[in-house]
């Protein structure tokens, strides 16, 4: 019997709802019969917010929460009496000023940590004397699970590289089961992210205006969840100053099978966005065999190679500092030559999908992690 049987392990992260990247892995380790047959699992749901528009929300009722939260923790922790704490704190912003405290607290209960992050920014904030106070003491003693190795450069300046740790992220093979649809007619683009001006929903919207404007014909599918970044109103009247009523369709959020649909329908994948550090749904149109064109932002070059799978926006270096804005006419030269050109289209996503089977399937994440655990249970300050 492996050793670790017996070793107990508290795991804090986000479970949907929402449903959004760091919560959809926290449900599949959730699930994972390898990962709870390994150690002893307890689980707590960090999210304290139960909808996609209430997570930026503040006021009384949002800080109350977290002392809620908090307190949901600090008494799992003492009845578990974990070996290790595994958690999905955030990096940067409000989110970390929460998670903060959070942090705090294990190490002041005497708790060894390993935080596995889903996301990036202490580069944007680490000049700043406050954040920068902060991160010394949330980096200190703790180890730290990334979702590729161009993130490193990210924490780099409070974390020796002996104590990180990669795990990209995975996802169940939907698309070995359902199969994917043969594409006839014009050509279809994806939009599958929640409708907001940081994923470079303007930049792609004029972009597509200039497709038009080129005689460039294409079906517009915009799936994904309003926020308070941008309104249906906004959305609405964007579409309709940029003459796109007729080829754009907005869908709303879709789950499960009816997600699973319009990729198994798209032509290509379209993620414009501001910063990222290993989008899911970039893995799933891998699946699908669907070719992508998404910002080089975080460790989205780890999945997409520009020219193989699909293309990069904003040149050949990892961007990690969350100024970076994508140009539309790269977005829009990019999607030209992919919707003119079927089997460019073809070979794409085939490269794609055999990708996706090498490196970012659930048996080989449930292996990584469940080594990762070993080695950080293992580990001494």
């Known amino acids: 019997m492996d050793k670790h049987n017996s070793s107990k392990i508290l795991f804090i992260m986000h479970m949907p709802p929402p449903v959004h990247g760091a919560s959809m892995v926290g449900e599949y380790i959730h699930k994972n019969r390898l990962i709870n047959e390994t150690f002893e699992c307890h689980y707590v749901n960090m999210a304290i917010a139960s909808k996609l528009e209430d997570i930026r929300k503040k006021g009384p009722d949002k800080i109350w929460a977290v002392i809620k939260k908090m307190w949901q923790i600090r008494k799992a922790v003492k009845e578990v009496k974990p070996?290790?704490?595994?958690?999905?704190?955030?990096?940067?912003?409000?989110?970390?000023?929460?998670?903060?405290?959070?942090?705090?607290?294990?190490?002041?209960?005497?708790?060894?940590?390993?935080?596995?992050?889903?996301?990036?920014?202490?580069?944007?904030?680490?000049?700043?004397?406050?954040?920068?106070?902060?991160?010394?003491?949330?980096?200190?003693?703790?180890?730290?699970?990334?979702?590729?190795?161009?993130?490193?450069?990210?924490?780099?300046?409070?974390?020796?590289?002996?104590?990180?740790?990669?795990?990209?992220?995975?996802?169940?093979?939907?698309?070995?089961?359902?199969?994917?649809?043969?594409?006839?007619?014009?050509?279809?683009?994806?939009?599958?992210?929640?409708?907001?001006?940081?994923?470079?929903?303007?930049?792609?919207?004029?972009?597509?205006?200039?497709?038009?404007?080129?005689?460039?014909?294409?079906?517009?599918?915009?799936?994904?969840?309003?926020?308070?970044?941008?309104?249906?109103?906004?959305?609405?009247?964007?579409?309709?100053?940029?003459?796109?009523?007729?080829?754009?369709?907005?869908?709303?959020?879709?789950?499960?099978?009816a997600k699973y649909e319009y990729f198994q329908n798209a032509d290509v994948f379209v993620l414009p966005s501001y910063t990222e550090a290993l989008p899911v749904s970039v893995l799933e149109a891998m699946q699908f065999g669907v070719p992508v064109v998404a910002s080089n932002v975080g460790g989205v070059s780890e999945e997409i190679e520009d020219g193989v799978n699909g293309f990069l926006i904003g040149g050949d270096t990892p961007i990690m500092l969350n100024s970076f804005r994508p140009d539309a006419v790269e977005i829009a030269d990019r999607l030209e030559r992919l919707l003119t050109d079927a089997p460019l289209r073809k070979r794409m996503g085939d490269n794609g999908r055999k990708k996706f089977e090498r490196e970012f399937v659930l048996d080989v994440f449930e292996q990584r992690l469940c080594e990762i655990l070993r080695k950080c249970l293992n580990y001494e300050n």
């Open 83 to 257: 070996d290790l704490v595994y958690i999905t704190p955030c990096s940067a912003g409000l989110p970390f000023y929460k998670d903060f405290f959070t942090i705090m607290m294990l190490k002041m209960m005497g708790q060894k940590v390993v935080m596995h992050f889903h996301n990036k920014g202490v580069q944007s904030r680490q000049n700043c004397w406050f954040d920068n106070f902060l991160y010394k003491r949330y980096f200190r003693d703790a180890r730290l699970i990334l979702l590729a190795k161009s993130l490193y450069d990210d924490v780099r300046r409070y974390v020796r590289r002996e104590d990180v740790f990669v795990c990209p992220n995975a996802i169940p093979d939907i698309a070995q089961e359902r199969g994917r649809k043969d594409s006839d007619g014009i050509p279809r683009i994806l939009w599958l992210t929640n409708i907001m001006k940081t994923k470079g929903i303007m930049e792609y919207l004029r972009a597509l205006k200039m497709l038009r404007e080129r005689g460039v014909r294409f079906e517009a599918d915009f799936v994904g969840g309003l926020t308070k970044e941008m309104s249906g109103e906004e959305f609405d009247k964007a579409l309709t100053s940029m003459g796109l009523n007729g080829c754009s369709v907005y869908h709303g959020p879709k789950y499960g099978d």
